[in-house]
């Protein structure tokens, strides 16, 4: 069976991870192979990154370029030791976030050239994309809601872009619907303020005319 690659995307809060985990349940059952991971992160080199880029002291007044290269870093090494071996193998690749992201955030929010976003994009994936990409949408504050109830680690507190102001966030959202007005094929929304239920059947719809 041919392998199949699926991201996941949208703002903070949306619900990608719970999501996720329930359509890998139902694949499996199914008896699919499915491969999950996350981004940045999925490899040790991309969980060190993501550490860089969401919490380190080390990450703090960080400019966009960086940001854009520290990404595509993790993603270059995660494409080849992670989902294209895994689509080779046939598998159902779920990734939380992938280059839609960086579209997104570094580009369109943080104002960096759209051009210099798309060569960096080459170099790291190249043809390696997702062929169906879920943006999950919710209203900025439904989200930030959501993160509030969430339990964290002791003394954990919000990320470098989860401190970002309301309207970052709103400008990501607004990213995102774009992306997929862009390019309907690949990038379908889905309503995300339902039930979990009916998140995760509105998501099986769409999912499976692909796998
Ligand atoms: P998350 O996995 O908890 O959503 O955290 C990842 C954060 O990093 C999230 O705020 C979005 C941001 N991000 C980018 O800015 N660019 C990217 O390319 C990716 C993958 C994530």
């Given at each position: 069976m041919a392998g199949v690659f699926i991201s996941f995307e949208g703002g903070e809060g949306c619900g990608k991870s719970t999501q996720i985990k329930r359509l890998a349940a139902r694949l499996e059952k199914a008896g699919r192979k499915v491969v999950v991971t996350r981004e940045p992160g999925g490899t040790m080199l991309g969980e060190t990154i993501r550490h860089l880029l969401?919490?380190?002291?080390?990450?703090?007044?960080?400019?966009a370029e960086s940001e854009l290269l520290l990404f595509s870093a993790a993603r270059a090494q995660l494409v080849r030791s992670v989902i294209r071996p895994a689509l080779a193998a046939g598998a159902v690749v779920l990734s939380d976030r992938f280059l839609d992201s960086t579209t997104v955030y570094?580009?369109?929010?943080?104002?960096?050239?759209p051009l210099m976003v798309a060569t960096v994009h080459q170099m790291a994936?190249?043809?390696?994309?997702?062929?169906l990409t879920v943006v999950m949408a919710l209203p900025v504050k439904e989200g930030r809601k959501r993160l509030m109830k969430r339990v964290r680690p002791v003394g954990g507190e919000n990320d470098r872009f989860e401190a970002e102001p309301d309207e970052f966030h709103q400008r990501v959202l607004d990213g995102f619907l774009q992306l997929a007005k862009v390019e309907p094929k690949r990038v379908k929304v889905v309503?995300?303020?339902?039930?979990k239920d009916a998140v995760e059947q509105a998501i099986w719809r769409i999912v499976r005319r692909v796998v």
């Open positions: 969401k919490h380190a002291r080390e990450g703090h007044g960080m400019c570094q580009g369109l929010v943080r104002g960096l050239d994936v190249s043809e390696c994309l997702p062929r309503d995300a303020s339902g039930t």
